[in-house]
């Protein structure tokens, strides 16, 4: 049986309205704004409740990967509710490539379509690896340099947010300063002001200075980073609302910005010529622009610093974290970024990580609970807690993991960082470390 | 004052310590389910009896009491910190804890580094486990520890979770091992469990402290732990108290317990947990139902004055055992339904023996067993036929609705449906060993909460807010049922949810339906859970049909096999069934040996009757019954492991040694690294072929327990080869497999590619040898030729370039000459086998599914059958590239689809797809397989297969699959 549906062309732009599914929220939201400049009418879901997982499980294959359930089941929920002219609504749905089985997404969507009776609505592809030629997504390069200045400002917010709402002295400025910035830079947004990177350069230092301005008392707080498959990390519907739930919890939350995954693509095209052989013109281009990235994201972390704000290091610095636990190489899913992320977190001084993957993701056996016990071994204070999500995972047992980690790190906390009874390995996933004490002979 | 609480999945404990910190009151209760009642009623009677209105120190902990801590703001203390905090009180000098408590298993290393592991979710369930297994070997926990004590062997039971126990388990009990030995084997499921999922590779050594409720009360557990660690672990004073213990002693804040007491009933009040819409809106909704239902009937009618002839089926289930005798018209005489409690025959005896009894003239014209026990029961009686249940229900199914196209049948154990086009079985779908379990699970969970299964299944059907406990498999749910509970759902509310899970379980996991369209517009449900209305209930609703529910739903398999019984004899004709004489001196005796015939190491049940015929089960092939060896020339995965052994050390001039593990892509790419190592002239030592002791040995360093089989199993071939001394173990990682032309790219799937980056960073005996795992792309040969060199400097310094071009080429051409051989032999035996008009069967799998450890001998039973067994590699070449619905991208997948695709041009030809448990890839695969076939109207057949040892249900499948094709060809 074939599964088609129509292609999304070029005419559509002005007659159909695309939904858009939603991940992180803050960058979505302005990316938003950016594709409603140039002429897309779009709309980035915000449908939840168990009716989406439902659907899903209904229409995909449910060993498929959650993300995949949640995506295609929110789709189809909105499809549902009667809120769209269903004549002229297109899907966006984004394909990273490679050897993951998300390159799959696409093709699970549109035979959920089928099945569902929504054979007729046109499915559009955002991705760069040159996949499902006749449905891409048009892409301007204007519209491109507006999507990535769309995610530089959404990152640099969401960690503002997280850096300032645990101190606030009074609860909510933090959020209202966020909410504040997204209507101001959306606004920049429908202007065509500041995407170009000499822009962003200049504008990231007052938005910072305007955190800064906030009244906080920093008492010490339990300092928690979030990696992950990058659904799950982001998407509060994928992940039972995590960032939430730690920040009830007292503590300050980091989950490294959504432009490291770009950068991550965008990086692999050199690191797989540099492995393989290949075209190093395309390798070469794609450094080029892993440079202007990194260069918008280093004047990014300048202006963190210099208000005092914790700010990751260059990208390019990034890539030589995992040096001596995992190659470049792996690039499948979020690849050797994962673990990356994990060790800039652990030397950042966010040693407690919730590793936040779907069950069974079959990138993450490898470069999540796969590297934990390495990691370990080089930095024994990482505490690290795999947690697994997927429609009949309970939040209980998610959440009960989750403070078994917390309870670790509120002790180390009251021991002044120090570890008096070092509980060096936190939890359930495990792996020895592997740093067993030699006794040298003759003593 | 300090009171500590502890809410478990199963059980609360409570202790009051006075201001000494000596132990005052304690207690240890299970709960069914009504946390926030008995916690009201325990604390209220702390109050009363210890405090008169003191305040007190109090703490909560345990994996329920989590959410119910926060909201009547008591702290709440994470259940493995409490047990820290008590151990480091009440024993120091302890090494190491084990706990066990009803669905978490722990394990907490207190010295050299402390640490804390927890199961996943995946393992969940050990004390409920326990339960479970006990309530099907039908004896209390303690019954079971005593029969434990008795145990002679153990058989090997998988470990991952609950559920694959399960069906290891109900094999045993079916073909009559002992209670006492199954009993001990559960144990030491537990044991390995534990041991595997949560040690990982860290030694469990010195003071040992066993606690929590099941190593608490069997002694047999803990001296399986004993043995299998080699320690003398103990179980100290109030091993159930320590959690409880443990909060007391962290309670800092002061409360007054009737005003927590108070708090809890508040929290009661405001249940909100995902809820589902009611199974009736109205009373009067039921009635109609009910009507409806009791229309499908099959007439019972007393024996005739001629007593005969009659014809009876007996179904011989995994829990139950079922009888029917029907006269000449399809009436029923009579019929037997009851739980098999462990051993068919005593009671098929019985009933035989009771029927002759009360009709002396009784004229059997035949009789006919169907179900698991279908070849015990005819070879013990004497039966006349035999017939796979997948026919013995549709033959039922058939009468109830000629025009049948779907059945659904939910039993004990098993989930069973089939599509039916053109009065042929097209189609059919058996649960996988995930969610295998689901009729019974109702029943073990019903006993649990302290109901029976008819009285709490009745409870569910007007229930208010069923609630939504998701649809993985039951041990998923019994988690799920926790957390409803922890939100104060209701006991019909949870009954009815549990109904409504089942469902969803067979039309989301077995079905994959998404109308009932796709299922067809005649269904006919049957097996014992369908009894249970509410079940019937939630199916039609999901599906949106009015199904047909025969009155004998139970009994569907039994009247199957008595109706096809009746159509096979002929006028006159008189069983070859035991009389009542030969009955009288019946007896069974039963032995299990394992057989060493092969590698396999079958685990063998024999059984002895009065007349000295002994019947064998467990076997995968006819060696251990008739003596010789299975025939394997026409079996190609035999074939290319032969291959592979081929492969042997050669000792070369550069006099090192490299070792390389044979395993996942190294199934396939041996040849190629043998030839490239030997013609540099390095001798190379190939580790050996998979074996459960293989395993066993690396699969302590296992870091993902969701990982899929055939990868964890590379973690044993390190091991071994780390005892084989190389000097060099190679095995690199490999984005990117050969390019055969026949999809869109030519990915490995993430875990076969970078399995040896694990591997590197977990397995201890890489830290003392050289481990080669860069990253090569062998597609790409001009490339891999000019990059090679200098990788291989890294570690082997000093070879010439032009030698390491000469290995090269050297390496490709045997790569070549073994996918030739390959195929060549797959055309022998195409060829051979249409000769000889014998049905060709494609294993469809993975390299790594030739690896006898991983396939269970799944080819083997193929050839059982009287097929032919090729493999998709051989075939694959044999198709043009065409489009697929999905992403074409994984070289071993697009063989998979092009021999699929070749399978459709065949009309001999019929392909049987390996999914290796836990194979994300396979998501995805499976389906666009399923479809290609079917476009092309052929059967799919799915076995999925992980560290099981027991093959009923993958024997099950592959009958139904020949009886179907049978059928379709018009043979019967």
Not at chain 2, 248 to 275: G, M, N, P
Not at chain 2, 343 to 367: D, G, M, W
Not at chain 2, 767 to 791: C, V
Not at chain 2, 920 to 939: N, W
Request: charged share 20%; glycine share 8%; with cysteine.
């Amino acid at each position: 049986m074939e599964y088609t549906t129509p292609n999304f062309t070029k005419d559509m732009i002005h007659t159909h309205k695309i939904l858009i599914p939603n991940m992180a929220v803050i960058q979505f939201s302005l990316m938003q704004a950016a594709l409603e400049r140039e002429g897309y009418n779009v709309e980035v879901l915000g449908n939840c409740g168990s009716e989406v997982a439902q659907l899903g499980l209904k229409y995909v294959h449910n060993d498929t990967c959650y993300p995949a359930l949640l995506v295609i089941g929110q789709f189809i929920d909105a499809l549902n509710s009667g809120k769209y002219d269903l004549d002229h609504t297109a899907l966006l749905i984004t394909q990273t490539g490679g050897g993951c089985r998300a390159s799959n997404y696409i093709a699970l969507l549109r035979k959920a379509l089928v099945k569902a009776g929504y054979g007729n609505i046109p499915v559009a592809s955002l991705n760069f690896s040159g996949l499902e030629k006749d449905s891409g997504i048009p892409l301007t390069a204007k519209l491109i340099r507006k999507v990535i200045a769309a995610i530089f400002y959404g990152d640099l917010l969401a960690s503002l947010r997280n850096q300032v709402h645990p101190y606030e002295n009074r609860h909510g400025d933090a959020e209202a300063m966020t909410q504040k910035w997204i209507k101001t830079i959306q606004g920049w947004m429908h202007e065509d002001k500041y995407y170009s990177a000499h822009d962003m350069k200049r504008q990231f230092e007052p938005i910072v200075a305007d955190y800064a301005t906030i009244p906080v008392t920093r008492t010490p707080k339990v300092k928690v980073g979030v990696v992950g498959e990058i659904y799950v990390k982001y998407s509060p519907l994928g992940n039972n609302d995590l960032e939430k739930f730690l920040e009830s919890q007292d503590c300050e939350v980091n989950l490294p910005g959504l432009m490291g995954f770009v950068e991550y693509c965008v990086a692999n095209y050199t690191i797989t010529q540099h492995l393989y052989g290949g075209n190093a013109i395309v390798a070469g281009g794609a450094d080029a622009l892993l440079g202007y990235l990194d260069s918008v994201g280093e004047a990014q972390n300048k202006a963190l610093r210099k208000h005092g704000f914790y700010a990751p290091g260059s990208f390019r610095e990034l890539m030589k974290k995992p040096e001596g636990i995992i190659s470049l190489g792996a690039k499948m899913g979020e690849g050797w970024l994962l673990t990356a992320e994990m060790i800039e977190l652990v030397e950042g001084g966010y040693p407690n990580i919730v590793c936040a993957q779907p069950f069974g993701c079959l990138p993450n056996h490898i470069v999540g609970k796969g590297m934990i016990n390495k990691i370990r071994a080089l930095h024994p204070e990482a505490n690290i807690t795999p947690v697994d999500y997927d429609p009949s995972a309970t939040r209980v047992n998610q959440e009960n993991r989750i403070k078994l980690m917390l309870a670790v790190a509120k002790e180390r906390l009251e021991n002044g960082g120090k570890d008096v009874a070092p509980v060096t390995a936190a939890d359930l996933a495990g792996g020895t470390p592997k740093v067993e004490t030699a006794v040298p002979a003759g003593i | 004052m300090r009171v500590g609480l502890d809410i478990g999945s199963t059980t609360i404990k409570c202790v009051v310590l006075n201001d000494a910190d000596e132990l005052v009151y304690s207690t240890y209760e299970r709960h069914y389910s009504h946390i926030l009642e008995k916690g009201h009623e325990i604390l209220a009677r702390i109050e009363k009896d210890y405090l008169h209105g003191q305040k007190a120190l109090l703490a909560i902990s345990g994996s329920a009491g989590m959410g119910l801590a926060d909201s009547c703001k008591v702290p709440f203390v994470q259940e493995v910190f409490a047990t820290r905090v008590a151990a480091n009180r009440l024993a120091p000098g302890t090494d190491c804890i084990i706990e066990l408590g009803g669905e978490d298993a722990k394990i907490l290393f207190l010295t050299n580094g402390t640490e804390v592991r927890m199961n996943g979710s995946c393992a969940g369930g050990t004390g409920a486990f326990i339960d479970q297994m006990a309530t099907l070997l039908k004896m209390s926990a303690d019954e079971m520890d005593k029969a434990a004590q008795k145990a002679t062997r153990t058989y090997t039971i998988a470990s991952r979770c609950g559920v694959f126990a399960k069906s290891d388990i109900q094999p045993l009990i079916n073909q009559g091992a002992q209670a006492g030995d199954i009993a001990r084997s559960i144990y030491q499921a537990v044991v390995n469990q534990t041991i595997a999922g949560l040690a990982q590779g860290r030694p469990i050594k010195g003071n040992v402290l066993y606690l929590g409720g099941p190593l608490t009360f069997s002694t047999v557990l803990r001296q399986c732990f004993d043995e299998t660690l080699h320690v003398k672990g103990t179980c100290p004073e109030n091993s159930l108290l320590y959690v409880a213990l443990g909060a007391a002693f962290y309670a800092d804040e002061a409360f007054d317990l009737d005003d927590v007491a108070k708090r809890l009933d508040d929290y009661s009040a405001t249940s909100t947990y995902a809820s589902l819409p009611p199974l009736f809106a109205s009373k009067q909704e039921y009635e109609e139902f009910h009507a409806r239902h009791m229309k499908a009937t099959v007439p019972c009618l007393p024996f005739g004055a001629d007593v005969g002839p009659v014809h009876i089926g007996i179904d011989s289930g995994s829990t139950t055992i079922k009888l029917v005798v029907i006269d000449d018209n399809k009436n029923i005489l009579f019929t037997s339904y009851q739980p098999n409690n462990g051993n068919p025959i005593p009671l098929v005896r019985q009933v035989l023996t009771e029927l002759y009894e009360k009709h002396p003239n009784l004229k059997i014209a035949s009789v006919t067993t169907t179900g698991y026990g279908e070849a015990l029961v005819k070879n013990a009686f004497h039966a006349d036929y035999s017939l796979v249940e997948t026919v013995a229900h549709f033959t039922a199914a058939k009468h109830f609705m000629p025009n049948v196209d779907f059945i659904i049948d939910i039993g004990g154990q098993d989930m069973k449906c089939f599509k039916i086009e053109d009065g042929a079985i097209s189609n059919i779908f058996l649960n996988e060993a995930c969610s295998s379990g689901c009729g019974s699970f109702l029943q073990t969970f019903a006993e649990a909460l302290g109901y029976n299964v008819k009285e709490f299944a009745a409870l569910g059907l007007f229930a208010d807010h069923p609630v939504d406990l998701g649809s993985r498999c039951t041990v998923f749910m019994n988690s799920s049922v926790k957390q409803a509970q922890k939100d104060g759902a209701s006991i019909e509310n949870i009954s009815a949810g549990l109904s409504i899970s089942v469902v969803k379980n067979a039309l989301y996991k077995v079905i994959r339906a998404s109308s009932p369209e796709e299922l067809g517009r005649n269904i006919v449900v049957q097996g014992g859970t369908f009894y249970n209305e509410a079940v019937l209930r939630a199916f039609e609703k999901e599906m949106h049909v009015n199904v047909i529910r025969p009155d004998i739903a139970g009994l569907m398999g039994a009247y199957g096999a008595a109706l096809h019984g009746k159509s096979k004899t002929a006028e006159g004709h008189i069983s070859s069934v035991l009389t009542l004489e030969q009955l009288k001196n019946f007896s069974q005796k039963v032995n299990t040996v394992q057989c060493n015939g092969c590698g396999n190491h079958c685990q063998l049940t024999i059984n002895i009757f009065a007349d000295g015929k002994r019947f064998i089960s467990g076997n995968r092939c006819e060696k251990p019954v008739t003596g010789k060896a299975t025939d394997e020339s026409l079996d190609l995965y035999a074939y290319k492991l032969s291959l592979l052994l081929e492969y042997k050390p050669v000792a070369g001039k550069r006099g090192k040694k490299i070792g390389i593990p044979l395993c996942l892509n190294m199934y396939e790419l041996l040849p190629f690294w043998h030839s490239f190592f030997t013609t540099l002239g390095y001798e190379v030592v190939v580790s050996p072929v998979s074996s459960r002791k293989l395993y066993q040995e690396g699969q302590a360093t296992i870091p993902s327990d969701t990982a899929c089989f055939p990868a964890k199993l590379s973690h044993g071939h390190i091991a071994e080869l780390a005892k084989m001394g190389v000097d060099l173990i190679f095995y690199p990682c490999m984005t990117y497999n050969v390019d055969e032309g026949l999809g869109q790219n030519h990915y490995n799937c993430p875990v076969v590619a970078y399995y040896p980056e694990v591997l590197a960073g977990n397995c201890p005996e890489l830290e003392h040898i050289p481990f080669f795992y860069e990253y090569i792309d062998i597609a790409r040969r001009k490339d891999f030729t000019a990059k090679m060199p200098k990788l291989l400097d890294k570690y082997l310094p000093g070879i010439p370039r032009h030698e390491v071009k000469q290995a090269i080429d050297a390496a490709y051409a045997e790569y070549a000459r073994h996918m030739a051989l390959i195929r060549q032999k797959g055309e022998q035996i195409i060829e051979k086998a249409r000769a000889e008009h014998r049905r060709i069967i494609v294993l469809a799998g993975r390299p790594y599914h030739v690896d006898p450890e991983i396939n269970h001998g799944i080819d083997k039973l193929i050839l059982q059958q009287g097929a032919a067994v090729v493999t998709e590699d051989s075939i694959s070449d044999r198709v043009q590239p065409f489009k697929t619905t999905v992403l074409n991208q994984w070289t071993y997948h697009s063989r998979l689809y092009a021999a699929a695709k070749y399978c459709t041009t065949q009309p001999d030809m019929d392909l049987v797809q390996l999914v290796s448990f836990g194979c994300g890839v396979d998501a995805i695969t499976t389906d666009e397989t399923r479809e290609i076939l079917q476009a092309g109207g052929k059967l799919y057949t799915q076995l999925k297969i992980d560290e099981i040892t027991n093959l009923g249900a993958v024997n099950i499948r592959l009958r139904s699959l020949f009886a179907a094709l049978d059928e379709r060809n018009g043979k019967m």
